[in-house]
């Protein structure tokens, strides 16, 4: 069944509509889809996927399962396109551009992110992808893993929301430690974090009604 013919029942007050924006591979975005397709990314529904990247393979996952998607890198734009899908916070889940200052005040919604090392290490401007486990190794840490944390005007310097742990092994290559950490960290950890901030959101509304 596609996405958008099971949004009829689930589009009421109780579902929080999330924005995964991307700019790669997808196994983030994967991962919450897999967990929805479960029944265990409630309260959350993801009714968005928009990415800076027209090749992005992230894309097609989406569209794999009727997930509306769009392309753009323009802010303006990504913001008219979050407010008319009324999204109730955004996902970057591998997303390669930095969003504004401007952005982030004129959104005024929750924005997580996932980063792939224990934050406050390995973390910041130019530690991404692949270089966040060089940097690793190069230190020679015994531990790494992924933390998913809310987005501010510092770049991976927000609230952190979950970590996880995963042991560096002495045989490690940055793209082996890459992999463990994809797998027994982020895809565990960012379902996780989308059901808990939902679930936060859902009460906030629940008091203002
Ligand atoms: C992940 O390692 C994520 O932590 C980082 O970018 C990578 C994206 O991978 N922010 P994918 O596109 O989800 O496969």
Redesign the pocket.
Known sequence: MLKTDSLASKNNSETIRIAVL??????????LIDKEKDGKLSPCSIELVISNNSR???LKRASDVGIESFVTSDEEELLRILDEHKIDFLV?????KILSKDFIAKFAKPII????SLIPSFCGKGC??IH?HEKALEYGVKVSG?TVHYVNKIPDGGEIILQKAVDVMDDDTPEKL?KR??EEA?WVL?PKACVKVGESILLQKSKRI
């Open positions: 991307v700019s790669g591979g997808g196994t983030n975005l994967q991962a992005a393979f992230a970057l889940a591998g997303y390669l992110n996932i980063h792939p991404y992808g966040v992924a890459q950490i994809m982020e960012l």
